[in-house]
């Protein structure tokens, strides 16, 4: 990479510091002609494309080969350094420039300390970790420290901001670049001497100045953006060489530059060239995905996946849906159907809503078939016969009721990990805090099916050996991981951090593939040892030929896509399978994770009908392109993000219709009003080439995001793009220069603006294809272009020729009304909105005097100690039953309500849920158990491991320190097991087993 810059010009700086933060070296060449001060060249595969400053800070960041910390992007980085490019620095260059000519502007002063102030108030220089914006704004507000004037002023005025900057100078390679950078005899007098313009071209993706003009605006709240006619965009001052290129690629269009081959099925790897395949994480067969399901992995793969194929690249992607499984035998219970029949139901549910979204798959299938069977038993069958399983005896919760073992999904109760207690925590995963889960530690656990208190028996499972695969797993890892969002790698280093422990493969089930091993032919896999190995063998229902995508690692590169919840089971235990079998396997080398996309305030609920569901949106009336294009910029990349009705109505309406539609749709009109349908020859001037090169600057960012799985950038690129085209739209004014009473150069002048502005629409429906493919086609379509086989141009170039013949243009968005969203919003909005139930006082009354009733037949057989565990249990859950009866009888949720329950007296006495019979001892303290106490003495618990865990994580504490401190927290464990009635001699041997 190349730095062309202006010896001590500020933003020279801003990349020089980006470069020696992330590991990425560039090469210094001094320009004086350019004119922003300084532009990164890079090479990426045959495209070349060059940054300004702000932009080049974000992508040596980005790209950075060291484990940089996730500060460096906070969620208001992009519109901070929008404002630093579009707002700051045109305010502080004309104050600098009059502190260098000896007579300091007062007005300016005072603008400037307005900005200052606004900058401290937001609190973006706080701390003093690495960021994007310390780097921007400690570069940017240096000057200001080399003058007494402007010194003096910020000592008067902003004394935390000069500390600030100060305290940055003495940090090593902030001393070290600044010492490099600007020579000795460097004054603010010879900076200014050298440049008479703004330091920095706004960063192209924020390319548009929105809002105040002293702070910036949040783009949730912004209603105009993609309007001209609401502001101009700031577009680049282009280099020389830029201008060039342009000019190149316009005068000299390569032939055939969008035409690709046709794809012949099934796609296989080619030697030699780039060979992609894709996945997305499986989707359970057992309920409609929503929003956060679609965005998490297949639409982020299909957006992905359209992108490698306008590459070029050999692209095969695979989903399909995971039908085996707790959930799938837990669904099929609570509809009254088979397994099958629910696998069967849900898949063509999943692949209706994916094939109206329009997710390009090669192919979707299943994971209940043969090749499924087949393939998992071999890969099993290879990880016995090296020694990575072995047997081992666990104890599980067994429901008499039922009479079954309960497999994890079938086991609810209280979550076991400390500051959290969600109580509807399931035996795999906690909801509440998001983290795993052993069924045997929920604390209260209960059948889901019944809502018996289960027991604890014994069974055989095989465990797969982790800690023997994990040398090779770091070592793979070591190269692989790198490559990977930083989600992902935090969440697997995370795993690794402590040791890998072995991992239990098999269930107590029948609906799974089964178990080819004499001893547990009547077990089943574990769906998560299971699940991953049916993108193999959807791959194998594909093609015959599969091994030579599955198992050829060094042709092909391996792209999975999904939500940061899934990333533990694709980063660690799969390729752990894959690395314990000892074949040659293709093991992933992009895991590319997201954040979670929420519902307005709240999470997406199926049974509580809140969020918007795949099958739901069908009937919106939104067009499918919409919501991809809005998923798509929601993208939760970095962070949680939320869908919102209004916040949706709004980009469409402004991002779509009166940005990208309304430039669409102008100039094809223009050509067929104008010119009889027929595109007019052009004659570029030097103006136009520096528009080209505009364009190309955002296209050639456009391919290096979405190579990089920036997928929100893209799309903002491809918005600037048809920003820049309405701007040269409206700056030029076509529809006047070819009026009849123009002269014959004002016409031909008309005639090159459409000409060019036709180009632009072209280039626009080729790379709108993996955001929004049915508008792509239809733009197309209205140019007679082919709408299949289009391959991605390296630069802006003629695409279409003069006398091109197109088609009348139709409008490609519409707008969405203020009633729509207030229906939706309505609609999706929960059960909070529907109307209640009349409550009969009488029914409810009957209620409480049976649960008052049974309350005390309750205690009076703990009290007595003579009955047996399943009495008491049987009683406990008719008491439960009659609860859920009464909270429906009063109008609120049973599943709310009987969590809020157990902690409200009756009677005086508390009436809770029994602990587990299996946990419970033959002698158990008699007296009703103080709700009160249990949590005192459980929030001491916590308070109390975390001193001990904080205590040893020093590592020099004396060992008397440390014992004295357990000691505390055993006794503290030992009150609370008498306080929820358990003996406390049986946590002795527990607790040795258990983690501080």
């Known amino acids: 990479m190349k730095l062309f810059c202006q010896r001590d010009h500020p933003n020279g700086l801003k990349v020089l510091l980006a470069s020696a933060f992330s590991g990425n070296a560039v090469t210094v060449v001094e320009d004086k002609g ?23 800070v974000l992508f040596l960041l980005h790209k950075s080969k060291q484990d940089l910390a996730d500060g460096w992007y906070s969620q208001d980085c992009e519109k901070w350094l929008e404002w630093e490019a579009t707002v700051f620095q045109p305010a502080l260059v004309p104050y600098l420039t009059s502190v260098a000519g000896g007579k300091e502007d007062k007005s300016l002063r005072a603008v400037m300390d307005s900005l200052l102030a606004n900058l401290y108030a937001s609190n973006q220089l706080n701390n003093k970790d690495l960021s994007a914006i310390s780097v921007v704004f400690f570069s940017s507000l240096l000057p200001l420290t080399s003058e007494a004037t402007s010194l003096t002023f910020l000592e008067e005025r902003h004394p935390t901001l000069l500390a600030y900057i100060n305290t940055l100078k003495e940090q090593a390679q902030y001393k070290e670049c600044v010492e490099s950078w600007y020579s000795s005899s460097s004054t603010l007098k010879t900076w200014v001497a050298q440049t ?17 003009p002293l702070t910036p605006q949040s783009p949730s709240t912004s209603t105009s953006s993609g309007s001209p006619e609401h502001g101009k965009p700031v577009r680049a001052t282009m280099s020389a060489e830029q201008i060039k290129e342009a000019r190149c690629a316009w005068l000299q269009p390569p032939p055939n530059s969008t035409v690709s081959a046709a794809r012949v099925a099934p796609v296989l790897p080619v030697e030699g060239e780039s060979n992609i395949l894709i996945t997305s994480a499986l989707p359970y067969v057992n309920n409609v995905p929503h929003l956060g399901n679609i965005i998490g992995c297949v639409l982020s793969a299909d957006c992905y996946a359209r992108f490698c194929r306008l590459r070029g690249d050999n692209t095969l992607y695979i989903s399909g849906t995971d039908e085996y499984g707790t959930a799938t035998e837990t669904k099929a219970i609570a509809e009254g159907l088979t397994p099958q029949q629910i696998c069967d139901k849900y898949h063509a549910i999943h692949a209706n809503v994916y094939k109206w979204f329009n997710i390009s798959f090669d192919h979707f299938g299943r994971t ?21 399983i072995f047997k081992e005896s666990v104890e599980q919760l067994y429901c008499i009721k039922c009479e079954r073992f309960l497999a994890d999904r079938f086991v609810e109760g209280t979550c076991p990990h400390p500051g959290c207690g969600y109580e509807d925590a399931r035996g795999d995963q906690c909801d509440g805090c998001g983290k795993l889960i052993n069924a045997m ?8 099916l019944c809502f018996n208190l289960p027991e604890v028996r014994s069974s055989n499972h095989l465990f797969l050996d982790l800690p023997s695969i994990e040398p090779s797993l770091k070592s793979w890892l070591a190269t692989s991981s790198k490559q990977w969002t930083s989600n992902a790698k935090v969440i697997c280093d995370s795993w690794i951090r402590d040791g890998l422990k072995t991992r239990c493969i098999t269930r107590d089930l029948k609906w799974g593939t089964a178990v080819p091993k004499d001893g547990f032919r009547d077990k089943v896999f574990y769906v998560w040892f299971d699940a991953p190995i049916g993108y193999i063998s959807i791959s194998a229902c594909y093609t015959d030929q599969w091994e030579k995508w599955w198992k050829n690692p060094s042709q092909v590169q391996y792209y999975e896509f999904m939500a940061k919840d899934n990333v533990p089971f694709h980063s660690v235990v799969f390729p752990s399978t894959q690395l314990g079998t000892g074949e040659n396997w293709t093991k992933v080398t992009h895991l590319v994770a997201t954040e979670y996309l929420n519902y307005e305030d709240g999470k997406f609920s199926k049974s509580r009908g809140t969020g918007v569901f795949g099958d739901q949106v069908i009937d919106t009336g939104i067009p499918s392109d919409v919501w991809r294009f809005y998923l798509l910029y929601l993208r939760p990349e970095v962070h949680d993000t939320a869908f919102s009705w209004v916040d949706l109505q709004t980009k469409n309406n402004s991002e779509l219709l009166n940005n990208l539609g309304n430039f669409v749709h102008r100039a094809l009109s223009f050509v067929f009003k104008f010119f009889a349908s027929t595109l007019p020859p052009a004659k570029p001037s030097e103006s136009d080439y520096q528009v080209m090169a505009a364009v190309n600057q955002e296209f050639q960012q456009y391919t290096s995001a979405l190579a990089n799985n920036r997928q929100r950038d893209g799309l903002r690129y491809i918005l600037s793009i048809t920003r820049i085209g309405n701007q040269y739209i409206q700056e030029h004014e076509p529809y006047k220069l070819i009026k009849p009473n123009r002269s014959a150069e004002d016409k031909e002048r008309g005639a090159t603006v459409t000409a060019i502005a036709i180009n632009i629409v072209a280039l626009v429906s080729i790379i709108l294809d993996p955001y929004m493919p049915e508008t792509s086609e239809r733009i197309k379509v209205f140019l007679n272009l082919p709408t299949h086989f289009q391959r991605l141009p390296r630069l802006f170039t003629q695409f279409l020729p003069s006398g091109h013949v197109i088609q009348e243009p139709k409008p490609l968005i519409s707008s969405i009304d203020d009633e729509v969203i207030q229906k939706l919003g309505k609609q999706f909005g929960g059960q909070a909105s529907a109307e209640k139930k009349p409550v009969d006082p009488s029914e409810v009354a009957r209620l409480e005097g049976l649960i008052t009733e049974q309350g005390n037949k309750v205690r009076k057989l703990k009290e007595n100690g003579t009955a047996s565990k399943d009495v008491v249990a049987a009683e406990v859950a008719t008491l439960i039953a009659l609860k859920g009866q009464l909270a429906a009888a009063q109008g609120v949720d049973p599943a709310a309500a009987s969590s809020k329950d157990k902690k409200k007296k009756k009677g005086g006495a508390t009436v809770k849920a029994e602990p587990s019979p299996a946990k419970t001892p033959a002698a158990v303290p008699n007296g009703p158990v103080d709700e009160n106490e249990v949590n005192r003495l459980q929030a001491l618990i916590t308070q109390q491991g975390d001193k001990v865990r904080a205590i040893k ?25 008498v306080a929820q009635g358990i003996d406390p001699a049986t946590l002795n041997s527990k607790e040795k087993k258990k983690k501080k």
Do not use: M
Request: aromatic share 2%.
């Open 368 to 388: 209940t078939t043969e090749h499924q069977t087949r393939i998992a038993q071999d890969i099993f069958e290879k990880l016995d016969k090296n020694g990575k």
């Open 441 to 448: 530690e929920l604390v209260k656990p209960r059948c889901k």
């Open 196 to 212: 008479s313009i703004p330091l920095s071209p706004v960063h192209s993706t924020l390319s548009l100045l929105k809002g105040s």
């Open 953 to 977: 994580a020093r590592g020099d504490a004396p060992k008397d320190e440390i014992g004295s401190e357990v000691a505390k927290l055993l006794d503290l464990k030992k009150q609370l097991a």
């Open 34 to 56: 350019v004119s922003s001060g300084a532009v990164l060249e890079v090479t990426e595969g045959n495209v070349t494309f060059h940054l300004h400053a702000n932009s080049a």
